[in-house]
């Protein structure tokens, strides 16, 4: 596997012994897969600041790239996207719990 399949672990979380992954997604054999760390927070509000948290990256990364972004038109598409799936799956999670 090429290295350019893999990102780079931030430079905080190598440097934190106290981090932790909680989210990995990967692409691969036409659909979408998932490692998860379920039980980092009790409350599933913290994951919802996650994911809003992860939108920002998302359009950030866009900007950092040398795209032309509008940061508000490309969060309030990537939100009728979210909104769109959950509203209307394209597919059912499924998966098991490993250790």
Do not use: C, Y
């Amino acid at each position: 596997m090429g290295s350019e399949k893999i990102l780079s672990v931030p430079a905080a979380a190598q440097r934190d012994k106290a981090s932790f992954e909680v989210l990995r997604v990967w692409i691969a054999e036409q659909g979408q897969h998932v490692s998860i760390r379920s039980g980092a927070w009790e409350d599933p509000f913290a994951w919802g600041i996650v994911l809003a948290d992860l939108a920002r990256h998302i359009a950030l990364s866009h900007e950092l790239q040398g795209q032309a972004v509008d940061k508000d038109a490309f969060l309030e598409r990537l939100l009728e996207g979210f909104t769109a799936e959950i509203d209307n799956p394209t597919d059912e999670p499924e998966g098991e719990v490993t250790q």
